[in-house]
């Protein structure tokens, strides 16, 4: 395959922001486009983003730099070259850029390139994105991981918690596990209405409600599902994404909304009787991502029963991925594209991950896009579970359009997961 045309430029993602969308062309036939999603609750070590710093345009947000770097320097690297392979093509913009953390060009300069190629090589291959990443495919559709309440950096509230989540893996097809969620948000919306709550949505289309307390948030949520006629606990279980990193402070949990400050212990007896308490099937980030005895202690307290995800702790980085996996800090990792910066990085964390047992999450970020790579990623890779946002606005819908076109594609032969494959009580 050769790379015969490339170019960049600055679009806008889901908060008004600029990102970055390259364009390629394989064999002078085979033309892809991707665009780049960006975080507002990020890791302390993820790979980093390029981003313009010039307070006259979009506030210093602006990505002319990346832009740039993909049509000068990246274009006269790879242009008119002979690439076997994503591997081989991550591999030279991996090189090109020279740094750990892809801070020279930018993360979102190569991975804007290397979603590209992945786009464009399985067009000139023949075959449809999501059966294009895997050597060995098998046609597993994912759980969603729906967000209905958004909280912390994701909202204007005083909710703690980032968020809330309903997890439909009691149903028998991706499809109805949509139906499901859809019913539930629209119950929620007309309870939030009913009890005088805002039904503003947040960057990621839940809810974002001031609620006094982040039990509130749960126990609000649960009713939506019994008035939605679902069952909690049988046919949808519920997920956190605490983001603890976001109100750890000089070595303590900050919970402004209970006006409660705990330590590490505490905080890990919180989540235990949480758990205890509600259908909670999954906790995201429970602890700071530095908090790495925390995080070993709390997979230890709560792991055989629910699932203890990784994003900030691991950012998708084999190096942080190896030390959780020594450690048993956790028993699932959260997946993120622009986390490490390149697809090849992706499906190596993926793949460690599965190795050792730990679950898989494919996730957006809270500055999305209407690109869908997300989803045939997370087929390809048969990720069992995907986290996509809520069932509103289009950049967040779009994905889990996607996952029922690719369901009506693959048929009878789909597998929709259940809670033993994805080793879940």
């Not at 991996?94 to 399985?122: C, H, P, Q, W, Y």
Request: net charge negative; proline share 3%; hydrophobic share 35%.
């Amino acid at each position: 395959m050769k790379i015969t045309h490339l170019r960049s430029r600055e679009l806008l993602d889901s908060r008004g922001n600029p990102t970055l969308e390259a364009e390629m062309t394989i064999n002078n036939q085979f033309t892809a486009k991707a665009i780049v999603p960006s975080g507002a609750s990020t890791g302390e070590n993820e790979a980093v983003e390029l981003r313009d710093n010039d307070k006259n345009r979009y506030l210093g947000k602006g990505v002319l730099k990346a832009v740039e770097n993909v049509n000068t320097i990246i274009a006269n690297q790879i242009t008119n070259v002979e690439v076997g392979s994503q591997r081989s093509l991550d591999n030279i913009l991996i090189e090109l850029d020279g740094t750990s953390d892809k801070r020279n060009l930018g993360a979102n300069s190569i991975l804007g390139v290397s979603m590209a190629f992945s786009r464009a090589s399985a067009l000139c291959k023949g075959l449809p994105l999501f059966k294009s990443f895997a050597s060995n495919f098998k046609p597993i559709l994912p759980v969603p991981m729906i967000n209905i309440v958004n909280g912390g950096s994701h909202a204007n509230n005083n909710v703690d918690f980032q968020e809330f989540m309903i997890f439909p893996i009691g149903t028998d097809s991706f499809s109805e596990a949509v139906q499901v969620g859809a019913e539930v948000f629209h119950a929620l919306k007309s309870l939030l209405h009913s009890k005088g709550f805002s039904t503003a949505v947040g960057d990621e289309g839940g809810f974002a409600p001031n609620l006094k307390s982040n039990e509130e948030a749960i126990e609000i949520i649960l009713q939506a599902i019994s008035n939605a006629s679902y069952e909690p606990g049988k046919e949808v279980f519920l997920c956190l994404d605490v983001a603890a990193s976001e109100f750890f402070k000089e070595g303590m949990y900050n919970l402004s909304s209970e006006n409660k400050v705990m330590s590490t212990d505490q905080m890990i007896e919180y989540l235990k009787r949480l758990t205890n308490q509600y259908p909670i099937i999954s906790i995201e980030d429970g602890l700071d991502q530095n908090d790495w005895n925390g995080w070993t202690e709390l997979t230890k307290q709560i792991g055989s029963s629910c699932q203890i995800v990784g994003d900030d702790l691991t950012v998708t980085n084999k190096v942080h991925l190896e030390r959780s996996i020594q450690q048993k800090s956790m028993n699932a990792v959260l997946i993120k594209l622009n986390q490490i910066g390149t697809v090849t990085e992706t499906i190596h964390a993926i793949d460690l991950a599965k190795k050792h047992g730990f679950g898989t999450i494919i996730s957006h970020r809270s500055g999305e896009t209407e690109d869908t790579i997300i989803s045939d990623l997370a087929v390809s890779m048969g990720s069992g579970q995907i986290k996509t946002g809520s069932l509103s606005r289009t950049d967040r819908v779009a994905k889990y359009n996607q996952l029922l076109r690719i369901e009506e594609e693959l048929g009878s032969s789909s597998i929709f997961p259940s809670y033993d494959m994805l080793g879940l009580k």
